[in-house]
């Protein structure tokens, strides 16, 4: 009896023992799955960060592009992920709070199946015109696209971008009848802008700042609190008489829901340790991106916050994206 009791013992304790050799996290790389293609802002700054976060926690931090369908295609997989703290979502202000109102069938809940890890940056967003529109301020704009209803278009990054929608509430906040002309991404769009084809857009500094420099396009306001370094001459909105207009892009790190708190504290102040390095906040203000740390529990604040703000705002457009 003592026997069996023994062998018992001994393949009870051989189950175990893998559990208990769990190594702590993190001991093997961690990837950072941005939802666009290389460039732009959110690529950009998970790239800023990575190589601090990989020697604050002694391991690799890689990027994963995985682009399409309006960041769904990497929130569904990151969603789906283990909840170990190896898969992290390099999260888009428009897609984690826009697209629950814009997408009829999504396979993905905000605030359901991811857990914040922290807030990166926010980018501002510049509205500007070709040079053929007869507008120098921001209220010629206004009074020009008024009396000239049905006769403008503006284009964006993409149907459901941040521009989109905040044009959208623009159009909602002063009447106005201008057609959205979407494009795959910030580059094709600033390209046919600054081509006169289209007459008006909203995008951010990285995109917009070189085709300011070299004349083909003409800023108008800038959608955020205070004036951009890049830009010193550009007013805000509120300086140009609108001061309900105020637009930036947030990027934040999301772990999957059940990620142990032990693992996400860890990314969490490898984030934060990160954006308090000179050399990215060098890189940042280059890029005309505001460092703005966020730790998790006012993350999902501003998160739950948002999404009913901007669902008002998407269905009021009736903006659709499937």
Excluded at 62 to 70: D, L, P, Q, W, Y
Excluded at 290 to 312: A, G, H
Aim: charged fraction near 15%; glycine fraction near 6%.
């Amino acid at each position: 009896m003592l026997h069996k009791f023994c062998a018992l013992a001994l393949c009870m304790a051989a189950y175990a023992a893998p559990a208990l050799a769990q190594p702590a996290f993190p001991s093997k790389p961690v990837t950072l799955v941005v939802p666009v293609p290389p460039a732009g802002i959110l690529d950009t700054v998970a790239r800023m960060v990575a190589p601090s976060m990989s020697q604050t926690l002694g391991q690799q931090v890689m990027i994963e592009n995985k682009s399409g369908a309006g960041g769904n295609i990497a929130a569904t997989a990151v969603s789906r992920a283990a909840p170990d703290g190896y898969t992290v979502l390099v999260g888009y202000s428009m897609f984690h709070v826009g697209n629950p109102s814009m997408y009829t069938n999504l396979a993905w809940d905000p605030i359901r199946d991811f857990v914040p890890v922290g807030m990166l940056a926010v980018a501002p967003h510049v509205l500007a015109v070709h040079p053929s529109v007869p507008a120098k301020t921001l209220r010629e704009f206004v009074d020009y696209a008024k009396a000239n209803p049905g006769k403008l278009n503006y284009a964006t990054s993409g149907n459901g971008s941040v521009p989109h929608v905040g044009v959208e509430l623009f159009k909602q906040q002063n009447r106005l009848d201008i057609s959205h002309v979407p494009y795959r991404g910030a580059g094709p769009a600033m390209l046919d802008v600054a081509a006169g084809n289209v007459q008006m857009t909203v995008a951010t500094p990285p995109s917009i700042l070189g085709f300011v420099q070299n004349g083909k396009v003409r800023p108008l306001a800038v959608a955020a609190k205070n004036r951009l370094a890049q830009m010193p001459d550009v007013p805000t909105a509120a300086e140009a008489g609108f001061p309900g207009f105020e637009l930036e892009a947030w990027v934040a790190l999301f772990a999957p829901a059940n990620t142990p708190p032990a693992a996400v504290a860890k990314l969490t102040d490898a984030l934060k340790i990160a954006l308090e390095s000179p050399q990215v906040r060098k890189s940042a203000e280059t890029a005309g991106v505001e460092i703005r740390y966020m730790p998790p529990k006012e993350l999902d604040s501003v998160v739950r916050k948002d999404i009913e703000y901007w669902s008002k705002v998407i269905k009021t457009a009736n903006i659709r994206a499937d």
